[in-house]
């Protein structure tokens, strides 16, 4: 590792990765987050490397190696300060939630995402917030007393993530929002009813 590695390059080649990994070019993500981990020692930008490798691991169904980055993440997430450090402990929990979704472990998935603070995370990081909106509302995390309320709870995060969405010009989350809500449009419990 270099010690003078520049903490900025490294943040840099982080957010690069994750438009590539956006952008389905895993092999380029993987070589851009192996320049990282090669190259700092900053514990909050390893963090986040791993993070991304195991968003990575996750889109490409390598369930030992997303669990082996998964790892490595916690041991840095120790070290970790700051905004920065609040960015990358709340992606873990992110990106973990999504993990456990996907492998039909939607306890941990919840537990995961209700380990984030949405009120921290809304003041420093809008595209993170926007993601823990969607997950949220997208279905199968929030508890409540009936099936009505849950919808209901759902939809507001899935509408905050829409209006937040356009107002920032992000079209992917836009897309997403638009997704879960006419899902919950076309299961809702007045459709039901006709």
């Not at 691991?57 to 041991?75: G, W």
């Not at 992917?172 to 459709?191: D, I, K, R, T, V």
Request: glycine share 6%; net charge neutral.
């Amino acid at each position: 590792h270099c010690k003078n590695y520049n903490n900025g390059r490294a943040e840099a080649l982080n957010n690069r990765a994750f438009i590539e990994i956006a952008r389905m070019q895993y092999d380029r993500a993987s070589l851009t987050l192996d320049t990282i981990v090669s190259k700092t020692s900053n514990h909050t930008e390893l963090a986040v490397a791993n993070i991304q490798f195991m968003r990575l691991c996750q889109r490409q169904s390598r369930n030992k190696e997303f669990y082996i980055y998964k790892e490595h993440a916690e041991k840095h997430l120790k070290h970790c300060s700051g905004n920065r450090g609040m960015y990358a402990e709340s992606e873990y929990s992110i990106v973990l939630s999504t993990y456990y979704y996907y492998v039909g472990q939607y306890e941990r998935s919840r537990q995961a995402l209700y380990g984030i603070n949405e009120h921290i995370l809304h003041e420093y990081d809008s595209l993170q917030t926007m993601a823990y909106w969607y997950n949220m509302g997208s279905g199968g995390m929030i508890v409540a007393e009936t099936p009505e309320m849950i919808s209901s709870i759902e939809c507001d995060y899935l509408l905050r993530c829409y209006k937040t969405a356009l107002r920032m010009g992000s079209p992917y989350f836009e897309a997403q929002a638009l997704q879960g809500l006419a899902e919950h449009a076309l299961s809702s419990p007045m459709e039901h009813q006709r």
